[in-house]
């Protein structure tokens, strides 16, 4: 039970990053079939390459939910290099709460689904780049 | 009268359910609609046969052989007598997913042609779906749906215009998530008519209600051993014998010949025409004597009434507590299964905190991801009780829930 602490509960009782970011630079979606969970993860660039705001739409379990909003938080004056290299230890930590394994796949989809926008950012760059030469 | 299960007496042959939990809680185990528990006489039959008879059944001429040959067929006069069914109809397989199959690649594949129609319903589990898009795929054949009212029954409304070029129709007797008990008598004589051959998915019914097949008027029946005190890995397929004759084999090689050349093969006749090479014996025999028990504890009949006087408690509960339940209200219409939602909170939530008191119970989609579509539901927790819940259990499953509404708050979400 410690599973559902009172910040977890908190969070997703009334996140605080949950809202489209229309203008976002990076923004990738995912589900997890064998729940329903359902996030789209929204990051948006400063001039200096870091994070300065982050969000995200959809729905999900409490665990769920509430790494999202903790990751988006986190992500904030974060580079591009860092979000890449963010792991599970570190959705875990901002949880703060054991989590079981058959709850891991929660707790980890917002971590994935903002790797994926990462990716996809930097894999676009570099197709970018690849444009320039070509 | 149907007498009621003795519900102490019964628990007591089930020794997982006086285990404890990592935590320390017992065990409330609400979750047989996936699978339920064993007793210890099913479990010592599968011992038994290990320890005491085990051999390759119709294929030695010793003592062992005849021994594990004899409990086998006898266990399959069980499972055929269970459903009102002889035994030269019923085939073992490893559960309903493979006896659907089974009809799948031996019947339909051979059978159906381009712009052929495969009726199936909404509320079907995956397993009564994929194998016959694989199917359509195939031979061309089209599915289509028996559409499901807001109350979770189906709509037969329709049924007879979908029904137009059908060949085979495949339901769900009860269905997993919403519990509806669907009629499948009115269905297979419609069917029938309409010239269609009838599947039942009977892995929800055979457990919880009497299913003869000649009242059901179907032509193919299904269900599995382990959702009803059985092993895992043994189920049946019950078929019209003039079909089983009539179809070509699922698998090829041994047990199933009766004369193999270099050049060809002659087949025997079902059930074992079904059954290539070496069986699950001795899971077979430890189901037919859970179908023993069944009977031993008062018969499907018996089963039936004490589930629902656990539903009729369940669902009044549910409803006091302001949970959104599936499926219809009236505990007539349905089998133990039991689908909810607490507005505000996620089914891995609900799971979760009932796991932390003991309770077990399923959430997720139930691998009826189009039924969920069409609920309009991305998951739903699931209690399912069986012949060993009490009343008192589905009392503290309740306060268990009460105690998910005060993790969780009740108001603002
Ligand atoms: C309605 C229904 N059909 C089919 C199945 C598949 O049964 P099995 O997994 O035993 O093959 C299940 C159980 O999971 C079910 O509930």
Redesign the interface.
């Known amino acids: 039970?410690d599973?559902?602490s009172e910040n977890v509960?908190d969070r997703?009782?009334?996140p605080r990053f949950r809202r489209e970011l229309a203008s976002a630079a990076l923004r990738a979606h995912d589900v997890n079939?064998?729940?329903?969970?359902?996030f789209t993860l929204f990051v948006q660039l400063g001039p200096d390459g870091r994070v300065v705001d982050a969000s995200f739409t959809g729905?999900?379990?409490?665990?769920s939910t509430a790494s999202a909003d903790m990751l988006c938080e986190a992500c904030i004056g974060k580079s591009l290099d860092e979000l890449r290299l963010l792991d599970k230890d570190f959705a875990y930590s901002l949880l703060g709460v054991p989590i079981?394994a058959v709850?891991a796949k929660?707790a980890l989809l917002p971590l994935k689904v903002l790797k994926l926008a990462v990716y996809s950012h930097l894999g676009q760059k570099l197709l970018e780049k690849e444009g320039e030469f070509g | 009268m149907v007498g009621l299960i003795d519900v102490p007496r019964v628990r007591a042959d089930f020794p997982i359910l006086s285990r404890k939990l990592p935590n320390g809680k017992s065990l409330v185990y609400l979750d047989n609609a996936a699978t339920t528990q064993k007793p210890v006489q099913v479990i010592e039959a599968l011992s038994d046969y290990y320890r005491s008879y085990n051999a390759n059944a119709h294929r030695g001429l010793h003592a062992l052989s005849a021994e594990a040959t004899d409990a086998y067929e006898s266990a399959r006069k069980k499972a055929a007598a269970f459903i009102g069914a002889s035994a030269r109809e019923t085939v073992f397989t490893r559960g309903t997913t493979e006896s659907l199959n089974l009809i799948a690649y031996s019947w339909a594949l051979a059978n159906l042609r381009k712009g052929d129609v495969i009726v199936l319903s909404q509320m079907e589990h995956h397993s009564n779906i994929v194998p016959w898009q694989f199917v359509a795929g195939q031979t061309g054949a089209v599915l289509r749906f028996i559409p499901i009212t807001p109350e979770g029954r189906l709509d037969l409304a329709s049924l007879d215009s979908l029904l137009s070029c059908a060949k085979l129709v495949s339901v769900t007797h009860a269905s997993n998530v919403l519990g509806t008990i669907n009629d499948v008598a009115a269905i297979s004589r419609r069917a029938h008519e309409a010239g269609a051959l009838v599947v039942v998915d009977a892995a929800q019914s055979a457990p919880h209600l009497p299913v003869d097949v000649s009242s059901l008027g179907c032509d193919f029946l299904a269900f599995s051993s382990h959702k009803m005190l059985g092993p895992m890995g043994v189920g049946v397929l019950w078929g019209k014998r003039e079909l089983l004759d009539s179809m070509r084999p699922f698998n090829y090689g041994g047990e199933m010949i009766r004369e193999v050349s270099f050049e060809s093969s002659t087949f025997v006749e079902p059930p074992l025409k079904f059954e290539a090479g070496t069986g699950n014996v001795g899971d077979a025999i430890a189901f037919g004597v859970a179908l023993d028990y069944l009977s031993e504890i008062g018969g499907l009949g018996a089963v039936r009434e004490h589930e629902k006087q656990l539903l009729a408690l369940m669902l009044e509960s549910l409803d006091s507590l302001g949970a959104v339940v599936f499926g219809p209200s009236d505990v007539h219409e349905r089998a133990g299964v039991v689908s909810f939602n607490l507005p505000g909170v996620h089914g891995h939530d609900v799971a979760s905190v009932l796991d932390g008191e003991g309770v077990a119970i399923r959430s997720g989609h139930h691998c009826a991801m189009p039924l969920m579509r069409a609920l309009g539901v991305a998951a739903t927790a699931r209690a399912s009780p069986y012949v060993y819940n009490s009343l008192d259990e589905v009392d503290y499953f309740i306060a268990s829930l009460k105690k998910v509404k005060r993790v969780f708050g009740s108001g603002g979400l």
């Open positions: 039970m599973m559902y509960l997703y009782r009334s079939p064998v729940c329903g969970d359902d729905v999900g379990c409490a665990i079981s709850r929660c």
